[in-house]
Nanobody, 120 residues
Framework: QVQLVESGGGLVQAGGSLRLSCAVS????MGWFRQAPGKEREAVAA????????TYADSVKGRFTISRDYANKMVYLQMDSLKPEDTAVYYC?????????????????WGQGTQVTVSS
């Protein structure tokens, strides 16, 4: 059974940074998604089995960085220059494929989520 456990959320001022972590057992394509109140879940970033295979939503390009550490079984989302519109519950998810994708339907395992709140 795949277990995904997120951590690192919190409250930060606009312009600040946070790093989210996701503990994952096994080798999967990993993605970060977010869902704000009243909105649909949207993709943020994804990383393939090869760590240099990464893709980002346009809204976070240049501000967020996804990475993975196979030795420690972790996936990270470094979030810089945060904006109030980044406020959401952030989820990590796992997909059974080789290359990164932002297609939410490809992801079959999900974590419980961690709240990120950016104040203006």
């Amino acid at each position: 059974q795949v277990q995904l456990v997120e951590s690192g959320g919190g409250l930060v001022q606009a312009g600040g940074s946070l790093r989210l972590s996701c503990a994952v057992s096994g080798r999967y394509v990993m993605g970060w998604f977010r869902q704000a109140p009243g909105k649909e879940r949207e993709a943020v970033a994804a990383i393939g089995l090869q760590s240099d295979n990464r893709t980002y939503a346009d809204s976070v390009k240049g501000r967020f960085t996804i990475s993975r550490d196979y030795a420690n079984k972790m996936v990270y989302l470094q979030m810089d220059s945060l904006k109030p519109e980044d406020t959401a519950v952030y989820y990590c998810a796992a997909a059974r494929r080789y290359s990164a994708t932002l297609v939410v339907q490809e992801y079959v395992h999900w974590g419980q989520g961690t709240q990120v709140t950016v104040s203006s």
